[in-house]
């Protein structure tokens, strides 16, 4: 094995700070296992801890991105989860194995790959075992590497959260890596889907697995749906523009329903009318990934069911300037690096 190998790492905040160099592999310490890095997933989140460090305590030079597949190659002293020639994903937040997220009402934890730890857009990373699950058996390391953040997100909202099932109505908004995976797991369960997005892609949203769709750009898209639903209102509510946007949400969940609030597109400040929230007995989610254990879950579903995730594009390591140009645009479904 050579002793060198490529990472991106950035000495400040800002786009312009990213460099690709040439650094040395690390080694595993006890506990740790190096991972040759076959692929890494691109959220949003990434692109914005990049242009902003969204006010996290970073070390520089620091490596952003946080979701990755690859494979075991190399094992630490006292290592027992994996062993060489495994293939791995890593877990968004570390800390989170199972239960409740940690933290207090003070400060709740946002210790994430690419975050708060330093992240994985390297062709080897070195980490601690407890910091990855098993790759799903039927995924390449392009289409597993989404699951980390994207898929567990929704798999956490809909399937541990919410426990959608058959006979359920699910609004699931955009096109995005979340949305994709909304659709697909809120079909795995059984349940119906309306999909909000742009007029140019809705038709590729129900090609992935949504029953009906609206267009998002129109002013009347909450008539649309109530219209879809029979004036019933949706039971499940991906919300993931934020900002006013959710007081639309509250318009069209039905009595009973629930929302998850995933994205903030629109901004944190979050407004919703407070009757409507009330009279229909509505609970709201804030969702922030998952833990664990709900991710060894979601790669069980994917090995079971054959679910495929959905990869607008895929580039070089070399060319992260333009996989995030291409996040910029908007992507329908996942912008990938390939790094093997």
């Given at each position: 094995?050579?002793?060198?190998?490529?990472?991106?790492?950035?000495?400040?905040?800002?786009?312009?700070?990213?460099?690709?160099?040439?650094?040395?592999?690390?080694?595993?310490?006890?506990?740790?296992?190096?991972?040759?890095?076959?692929?890494?997933?691109?959220?949003?989140?990434?692109?914005?801890?990049?242009?902003?460090?969204?006010?996290?305590?970073?070390?520089?030079?620091?490596?952003?991105?946080?979701?990755?597949?690859?494979?075991?190659?190399?094992?630490?002293?006292?290592?027992?989860?994996?062993?060489?020639?495994?293939?791995?994903?890593?877990?968004?937040?570390?800390?989170?194995?199972?239960?409740?997220?940690?933290?207090?009402?003070?400060?709740?934890?946002?210790?994430?790959?690419?975050?708060?730890?330093?992240?994985?857009?390297?062709?080897?990373?070195?980490?601690?075992?407890?910091?990855?699950?098993?790759?799903?058996?039927?995924?390449?390391?392009?289409?597993?590497?989404?699951?980390?953040?994207?898929?567990?997100?929704?798999?956490?909202?809909?399937?541990?959260?919410?426990?959608?099932?058959?006979?359920?109505?699910?609004?699931?908004?955009?096109t995005g890596g979340v949305a994709l995976f909304g659709i697909q797991i809120a079909k795995l369960h059984g349940?119906?889907?309306?999909?909000?997005?742009?007029?140019?892609?809705?038709?590729?949203?129900?090609?992935?697995?949504?029953?009906?769709?609206?267009?998002?750009?129109?002013?009347?898209?909450?008539?649309?749906?109530?219209?879809?639903?029979?004036?019933?209102?949706?039971?499940?509510?991906?919300?993931?523009?934020?900002?006013?946007?959710?007081?639309?949400?509250?318009?069209?969940?039905?009595?009973?329903?629930?929302?998850?609030?995933?994205?903030?597109?629109?901004?944190?400040?979050?407004?919703?009318?407070?009757?409507?929230?009330?009279?229909?007995?509505?609970?709201?989610?804030?969702?922030?990934?998952?833990?664990?254990?709900?991710?060894?879950?979601?790669?069980?579903?994917?090995?079971?069911?054959?679910?495929?995730?959905?990869?607008?594009?895929?580039?070089?390591?070399?060319?992260?300037?333009?996989?995030?140009?291409?996040?910029?645009?908007?992507?329908?479904?996942?912008?990938?690096?390939?790094?093997?």
């Amino acid at each position: 094995m050579t002793t060198l190998m490529r990472r991106w790492e950035m000495d400040a905040i800002g786009r312009d700070e990213l460099t690709l160099r040439e650094v040395p592999i690390p080694r595993p310490a006890s506990g740790e296992v190096l991972v040759r890095v076959g692929a890494v997933a691109l959220n949003f989140r990434d692109k914005m801890v990049i242009e902003s460090g969204r006010n996290l305590p970073l070390t520089f030079p620091f490596t952003p991105g946080s979701d990755l597949a690859g494979t075991v190659v190399e094992l630490g002293d006292n290592t027992v989860r994996f062993g060489e020639g495994d293939r791995v994903i890593s877990t968004f937040t570390p800390d989170w194995v199972d239960g409740l997220r940690p933290g207090d009402a003070r400060t709740p934890a946002y210790r994430t790959l690419g975050g708060f730890y330093p992240g994985v857009l390297a062709e080897y990373v070195a980490v601690p075992q407890d910091w990855l699950v098993r790759a799903p058996t039927t995924l390449s390391d392009a289409e597993a590497a989404t699951l980390p953040c994207a898929g567990l997100t929704a798999w956490f909202a809909l399937a541990e959260r919410g426990r959608v099932r058959a006979g359920e109505t699910v609004l699931v908004e955009g096109t995005g890596g979340v949305a994709l995976f909304g659709i697909q797991i809120a079909k795995l369960h059984g349940a119906r889907v309306i999909v909000s997005a742009s007029a140019d892609k809705l038709g590729r949203a129900l090609t992935v697995g949504a029953d009906e769709g609206v267009d998002r750009r129109q002013p009347n898209w909450v008539d649309a749906v109530l219209a879809l639903s029979g004036d019933r209102g949706v039971d499940h509510v991906m919300e993931l523009v934020g900002g006013p946007h959710l007081g639309q949400a509250v318009e069209v969940t039905a009595v009973g329903g629930h929302i998850y609030q995933i994205g903030a597109l629109d901004g944190f400040e979050l407004s919703a009318p407070a009757m409507p929230l009330m009279l229909k007995d509505i609970t709201i989610h804030g969702i922030g990934t998952g833990h664990r254990l709900a991710l060894t879950r979601l790669v069980d579903a994917v090995d079971r069911t054959g679910l495929i995730p959905v990869i607008d594009t895929h580039y070089p390591l070399s060319e992260l300037h333009a996989a995030l140009d291409h996040i910029d645009r908007g992507a329908f479904g996942k912008v990938v690096i390939d790094i093997a």
